[in-house]
């Protein structure tokens, strides 16, 4: 009596295939799941899930157009809410020229899903800038209660 594993001769060439093959999705499926997963435990436990959300930041050359963007912004449901930073100098290259002005920031907070519409509406809308800045980065953490709240606000 042989006791072990048996060696790969003794898989029949169906077997060795299907065993490859469940590995193989296995392995592709783990992200899948595990996003789903998590998604499903957050909404279950109402925790948050890292990056769901996003600050991104525009800038703009003066108040007027900040507000402007700023109203149309919230809206437009693209974000909960805009903050306005008046009086920052911004030193950038430009067609081959270092420029140095005074500038306006928004600081938005936004589901992660909504920046491309976000950076549409900001592209499209009455901003003056040849090429607007809009970026963005992933929220990690922060007070439950706030991510929550930008949730509810903005919807997916």
Request: a neutral charge; charged letters at 20%; proline letters at 6%.
């Amino acid at each position: 009596m042989r006791i072990g594993v048996p060696g790969a001769e003794t898989f029949q060439s169906g077997s060795l295939k299907s065993l490859i093959l469940t590995a193989l999705l296995s392995v592709f499926m783990f992200q899948l799941l595990r996003s789903v997963g998590l998604r499903a435990f957050s909404m279950a436990s109402e925790t948050y899930m890292s990056g769901t959300h996003s600050a991104a930041f525009v800038t703009c050359p003066n108040d007027t157009v900040a507000k402007d963007l700023a109203r149309g912004i919230v809206e437009r449901k693209l974000a909960a809410c805009v903050n306005i930073v008046p009086a920052i100098k911004s030193v950038y290259e430009w067609q081959g020229k270092i420029e140095e002005d005074n500038e306006v920031l928004l600081m938005i907070k936004t589901r992660s899903s909504r920046v491309p519409a976000l950076a549409e509406y900001v592209r499209y809308s009455n901003h003056p800038y040849e090429v607007a800045e809009v970026i963005s980065l992933p929220i990690e953490q922060g007070n439950p209660p706030y991510l929550k709240w930008i949730g509810d606000v903005v919807p997916e």
